[in-house]
């Protein structure tokens, strides 16, 4: 029954099957783009100020149910909380193992992290994203986790947390010849296509020539993309090649690391994009449109989290538009409701979600009022 | 056969089945102690200047089969190649994964790498090992990377690679009541013990109430131990507590890392040390009396690598007690051997050390000459 909740998009069920996994591992990716910066650009963050902290936020979050970086928890100016609490909830639910890599995060998370070594992500309207040899390391660490995790386990979930990475995912999109005008996904309800158009016109106007350097994929992400994207990149491309199957967990960002890993030649046979139904229902994005544009056969699978039917405030306004998904929400629900495991509570998944939300932020408003 | 090479302290072959596991995950501690720059007491370096190298080079040495930080790779003045020689054909031989964690090395290894954001050792002789906070993170950050490993396998083997170890070791074992002078090992055929004794004496000198401290184990280890030892403790308690085998893959360093578990009141029912028959027919060191006057339920498992019958003189001078240990070989050995893959080359693991040796100390050398 709670299978039924998961769609994938070529409508077969084996699809779903095929990315069932007793032993599944999360990895969730930390990273930092100065591209956040741009007003207007992302509500990852309940100011500005605090934008830079969201990556750091959710990994804490992940690892503690609460973050050391900043107080209370990563939320939108309305309050609406980090997806992260969703990722937690699976996670925890079906005792699958999370690992943080931190990729370029402005703010290092104070957890046990994975570190690529590599520098945050420039403001790309203004300048270079990122030295080449940063992507570089990027992927190739990422190919070295990848390959190692590969070993241990049958399938690796790989989610982000990078405020502002529609943007530069729509920079690599486009600069790949794909068609992403109007279709990247935004945590806001009302998505600023059109600040994000100009945003990425300017930062391709100082490409000379945008179909020499797609032959050279990683230079491409180098100077117009984010560190995430050669990362997750990379832990896809090491685990597929220990015949591992891959979650990319996300939205939109997901298709530009898929078109990464196209242009780079990797075999994209056994990996899918796992996400929420809000980011497939979403009208201000086309997350189908982009995946089929780079390879109609990577199905995307997404997750009906039900949120509307919850009692909470925080969790019901996922279902107006607002955040959608992040830090691997959809993937991550995906693999727990797919991972049997014997020890599983009966309760369903938004009952783990309340939970947490009870634990964390009815507390910490409680805490408020009290203090 | 292969199996008759491995012995158990408590002369159970059942014991020995126990620590089968076809999953196992390696995890390799990377760590520095100014104490190793005392002059006389270690030769994990081919010189003074490269010891503090020696854990990034070795892990850089398991992670491509080559090193970065250093040219060549880490070798006693002899020329005697590292044991992350072993580690590695062990690992691969076996498709063991490998996971690198930063706690407190100096140099930073260029490979993927779990920090744990804490700073190096100081030298015991001269002052305070290291910050309660940082003795702390280490081993809570442990913990956490140990439930995490705990949920994908059911054995986690720990190895360690920092200079200068077994006198920290030394130390914590002393302050914790074991008689353990002229007890611990060297990588050096003459066991400096009258400096290492001498050193402990001054460390233990500073502090006012040795009784009084071991009943604050982690304080004990700040003040005179390595940031080795709670970051180990750490893995090992987290990967437990998940029902998980942990396989302490090290000579007698490895006992104060027991030692502080025991201080902890952790349950050491599913722990052992495994480590090289070098190690355990060592006549300048104990590490039965070791493991015994901690808690005489613990076993050490010994391999014995047969290197004295290869033809490579840099491997058969293991045999004659020089390096002996040490990146976790004895213990990625045993696990290795213990795992049954079907895709397992039918060569035995001196060969595939022997292949690794050729691969890279003889083309080292041939590249040397030639150039």
């Known amino acids: 029954m709670l299978r039924s909740r998961i769609k994938s998009s070529d409508g077969n069920k084996e699809t779903i099957a095929r990315y069932t996994s007793n032993n599944p591992i999360f990895v969730c990716v930390t990273s930092y783009t100065e591209t956040s910066k741009i007003p207007g650009i992302t509500i990852a963050g309940a100011d500005s100020e605090l934008i830079a902290f969201t990556p750091a936020a959710d990994a804490e979050f992940l690892c503690y149910g609460r973050c050391k970086s900043i107080t209370g928890v990563p939320a939108t100016p309305d309050g609406i909380p980090t997806p992260a609490l969703i990722t937690r ?5 079906s005792q699958i193992p999370n690992l943080i890599v931190d990729a370029g995060s402005k703010i290092k998370p104070l957890v046990p992290a994975i570190s690529f070594g590599i520098r945050h992500g420039k403001n790309i309207m203004k300048e270079r994203a990122m030295a080449r040899a940063d992507a570089e390391r990027g992927f190739e660490y990422g190919k070295i986790l990848g390959i190692q995790l590969g070993m241990v386990s049958d399938m690796i979930v790989v989610g982000e947390t990078i405020p502002g990475g529609t943007t530069t995912a729509l920079a690599v999109l486009t600069a790949f010849g794909i068609d992403a005008k109007y279709k990247v996904s935004s945590s806001m309800p009302n998505n600023p296509h059109t600040l994000k158009n100009k945003v990425v016109s300017i930062a391709l106007d100082r490409l000379k020539d945008v179909s020499r350097l797609c032959r050279d994929p990683i230079d491409c992400v180098s100077r117009i993309g984010d560190p995430m994207i050669p990362s997750v990149a990379g832990i896809a491309s090491g685990a597929m090649s220990k015949g591992v199957k891959v979650i990319l967990a996300g939205g939109t960002q997901m298709t530009a690391v898929l078109c990464l890993l196209k ?6 046979e056994k990996i899918c994009i796992g996400t929420t139904s ?7 994005s086309d997350i189908h449109y982009l995946t089929k544009s780079i390879c109609s056969s990577v199905p995307i699978l997404s997750i009906n989290l ?3 039917s919850s009692d909470k405030e925080g969790l019901k306004k996922y279902n107006t538009g607002i955040a959608k998904e992040g830090v691997g929400a959809g993937g991550a629900a995906i693999a727990a409701t797919l991972k049997s ?14 939970k947490e939300y009870e634990n964390t932020i009815e507390k910490q408003k409680k805490h408020a009022k009290i203090s």
Chains 1, 2 share one sequence.
Request: hydrophobic share 35%; no cysteine.
């Open 341 to 354: 495991v014997k020890s599983h509570d009966s309760t369903s998944l938004l009952h783990s979600i309340e």
């Open 306 to 308: 039900n949120l509307q």
């Open 89 to 93: 909830s699976a996670l925890m639910k």
């Open 263 to 268: 242009a780079l030649k990797v075999s994209l």
């Open 278 to 284: 809000y980011i497939e229902d979403d009208k201000s």
